[in-house]
């Protein structure tokens, strides 16, 4: 066995094991299958601003930096996992989703565009949408092809394996990054928080922006990428099955295609359901549980967009005893 193990084969567990692989550490990585996984289902959106209704100062610095990393961390990976710096309009379809969005947009000072300038960036949007906002920073990237350059650069040292007790694991240091799966093995509080998404293909003429919308009092987010694929996410349900519902399907696509007409015409190729890891704060738990056994979970909504900045400092941390000050407010010892 390895000096260092990591337990957990998702886009967290691979990232920490390559960075821990590039700073030249001997690490083998037990990965339990992706059984409920975030990251096949996750659209990848790399969202510091969007995605943070909670707007805990050290949450937002953590999440501003990992968008600041990511666009190095998908040139290290050195092939295409559809990093993409169109940017992202976040919208709103009435006065009141208008009045929802507006504290968030306000934060970000961003200037208020109307319905024209909005169509002229993206021409295939609803003539009912009132309002929003074009972020630069805020992009995508597609998961699946980051997991997969992930698995192909660290090759064998990835070892199909289902770890039920972190003391049958031998090794120097053990990296928990279990996503739900933590909460057994550690006792922390992660629990599953369903998401149902769903993929079309076809060309409802968007740009390639990342559309996140408040629909009538619905959220939704439409994710084009250059292939032709279209992400289309996400139910948030505090629910334990990876059940796809009708109820869910129904929502998602009601809210996109009033966002977006064209999709009616899109073939719907898949609809999946996944687990984000949530806690009591919905921030994630990172840094040192005992001498053995190091923590990276818990990252919720935020697992894609966290990846690059959590395996630095997880990487920091194990293999110079550092604990890098930005660590502080997200200790595993907190709750
Ligand atoms: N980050 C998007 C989601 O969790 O649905």
């Not at 990296?175 to 369903?194: D, E, F």
Request: net charge negative.
């Amino acid at each position: 066995m390895s000096d260092i193990v990591v337990v957990g084969g998702g886009i967290v567990g691979l990232s920490i094991a390559w960075r821990l692989v590039s700073r030249g550490a001997d690490v083998t990585v037990l990965d339990g299958g992706d059984e409920g996984a975030a990251w096949p289902v996750a659209a990848g959106m790399l969202a510091p601003g969007g995605e943070s209704e909670h707007e805990d100062p050290a949450l937002i610095r953590l999440m501003e930096r990992s968008a600041d990393r990511w666009p190095d961390f998908a040139a290290e990976l050195g092939v295409g996992v559809g990093y993409d710096d169109a940017g992202t309009l976040s919208l709103a379809m009435t006065a009141d989703d208008l009045a929802g969005r507006a504290r968030v947009w306000t934060r970000q000072a961003l200037p208020l565009l109307r319905p024209s300038e909005l169509r002229e960036l993206e021409p295939a949007l609803s003539v009912r949408v009132r309002a929003g906002v074009f972020s630069s920073r805020e992009r995508q990237v597609d998961p699946r092809k980051v997991v997969s350059a992930l698995r192909e650069r660290l090759g064998a040292r990835i070892v199909p394996k289902r770890v039920t007790a972190v003391s049958d694991v031998d090794a120097r240091t053990v990296v928990v990054a279990a996503g739900c799966g933590t909460a057994a093995l550690t006792g922390l509080p992660v629990r599953p928080v369903k998401g149902q998404v769903l993929r079309l293909r076809g060309e409802p003429g968007l740009v390639r922006h990342v559309l996140d919308a408040a629909v009538d009092g619905r959220e939704v987010y439409v994710v084009p990428r250059a292939d032709g694929e279209v992400v289309v996410g996400a139910t948030q349900e505090e629910r334990t099955d990876l059940t796809v519902t009708a109820g869910g399907v129904h929502e998602l696509l009601r809210a996109a295609l009033d966002l977006v007409p064209a999709l009616a015409e899109c073939e719907l190729t898949e609809t999946t359901a996944g687990h984000r890891p949530g806690t009591p704060d919905n921030a994630p738990l990172l840094g040192r549980l005992d001498d053995r056994v190091v923590v990276a979970a818990g990252h919720f909504r935020n697992g894609i967009l966290l990846a690059p900045v959590t395996a630095d400092l997880i990487a920091e941390l194990v293999l110079t005893g550092e604990a890098d000050p930005m660590l502080a407010d997200f200790s595993p010892g907190r709750f």
